[in-house]
């Protein structure tokens, strides 16, 4: 069958088969564009919806295929998260914050430090950055403890966050470090592993959900966001074209 037969034709009714032989007459015959003029407003903003949500579509499908491969990785990495996160505080040390500054019962500065399988893991992850650090060159401690220490002593070098007497220092994206006032914490508090422990067990039912949330996620993204999405593209279109047409119109109308 010769190629040009496989053409739209705006006498069709508005079918599957109508629109994707519109789709293909759009692409494989551009001379064919002035029958689409004979096609009435509703009909082409249908068309340009249906042709985004089915652009949408196909994009959110190598999404989705591409989540599904890694999933099983994601499971494996919750669950050394789960097993791992039980140790990261450790047994003998007690913070307290009280009138707005810190104390221990350890020797300090006082270090803490990431598992060695997440060091390994971010270090091989190029391009990934945490607070403006990229985890590829993340400091030898995570965590250090020093209550004689200044704020302007901390060093994005050696650890990732300092904790002082009166405050904690964070890299930041935009400057070089940011401070946390601890005068800011109304209520004072005591830190150490039981407490930890009762945070850790709290949390452990929303860790294990994380690979179901993700996939209950990614799904409807897959099934709801190109309706929605290509709905706002089209509006979008819509005011775009409503403001050229305006502007169009008053130049010729002060034309005449």
């Known amino acids: 069958m010769p190629a040009e037969i496989l053409c739209y034709d705006p006498r069709m009714k508005h079918t599957f ?15 064919r ?9 509703w009909a082409s903003v249908r068309y340009l919806y249906w042709l985004l949500t089915l652009t949408v579509f196909v994009t959110m499908l190598t999404v989705l295929v591409g989540f599904f491969i890694s999933l099983p990785g994601i499971r494996q990495g919750v669950v050394v998260v789960e097993k791992d996160l039980p140790t990261l505080y450790p047994a003998e040390l007690v913070v307290t914050l009280k009138d707005g500054t ?4 350890v ?3 006082y270090f803490i430090d990431l598992p060695t399988r997440w060091q390994e893991f971010l270090s091989r992850q190029e391009g990934m950055s945490i607070e403006g650090r990229e985890t590829a060159t993340l400091p030898p401690h995570f965590l250090t403890i020093d209550t004689h220490a200044d704020v302007g002593e901390y060093s994005p070098a050696e650890s990732f966050i300092l904790v002082t007497q009166t405050a904690v220092v964070l890299p930041d994206s935009d400057t070089s470090y940011r401070v946390l006032p601890l005068g800011q914490i109304e209520e004072d508090f005591t830190m150490k592993k039981e407490v930890y422990d009762k945070l850790v067990s709290a949390v452990s039912p929303f860790i294990q959900a994380i690979p179901s949330l993700l996939s209950a996620l990614v799904v409807a993204g897959f099934l709801l966001l190109p ?12 005011l775009y074209l409503l403001v050229a047409a305006t502007v169009a119109w008053g130049i010729a109308a002060l034309m005449r």
Do not use: C, M
């Open 17 to 31: 088969r109508s629109f994707v032989l519109r789709i293909w007459t759009s692409i494989a015959h551009p001379s």
């Open 33 to 41: 564009y002035r029958d689409f003029q004979k096609e009435s407003f």
């Open 102 to 105: 810190i104390s221990t019962n």
């Open 107 to 109: 020797e300090e500065p």
């Open 227 to 238: 309706f929605i999405g290509s709905a706002f593209a089209v509006i979008g279109y819509l």
